[in-house]
């Protein structure tokens, strides 16, 4: 069974950086390795895609929201997904999950770390 388990959430101030990771197994690249997906709920919100990187092409995808300032990577040999996120601003405090596996297609889930960007 895919698992996928979502680490580095915190506390970080306006303008600050902090890198996620998400490690998998369980998977096969028939159910999770085409593309790999992070999304995101701020409190009272819904789902919100917000990027995604294909494994075989590498080629990354973001959400217009943190395009320039967020970056999706993959260590396949070692089968863990990173967000790293800067020039962090109040809007992105949210539960961050990771998913696949597609861009849209979201079987597998995480548990989500919580983000909160405060001064």
């Known amino acids: 069974d895919v698992q996928l388990v979502e680490s580095g959430g915190g506390l970080v101030q306006p303008g600050g950086a902090l890198r996620l990771s998400c490690a998998a197994s369980g998977f096969t690249s028939d159910d999770y390795g085409i593309g790999m997906t992070w999304v995101r709920q701020a409190p009272g919100k819904g789902l919100e895609w917000v990027g995604t990187?294909?494994?075989?092409?590498?080629?990354?995808h973001y959400s217009d929201s943190v395009k320039g300032r967020f970056t999706i990577s993959l260590d396949n040999a070692k089968n863990i997904l990173y967000l790293q996120m800067n020039s962090l601003k109040s809007e992105d405090t949210a539960v961050y999950y990771c998913a696949g596996p597609g861009q849209w297609l979201w079987s597998f889930w995480g548990q989500g770390t919580q983000v909160t960007v405060s001064s």
């Open positions: 990187i294909y494994r075989t092409s590498s080629s990354t």
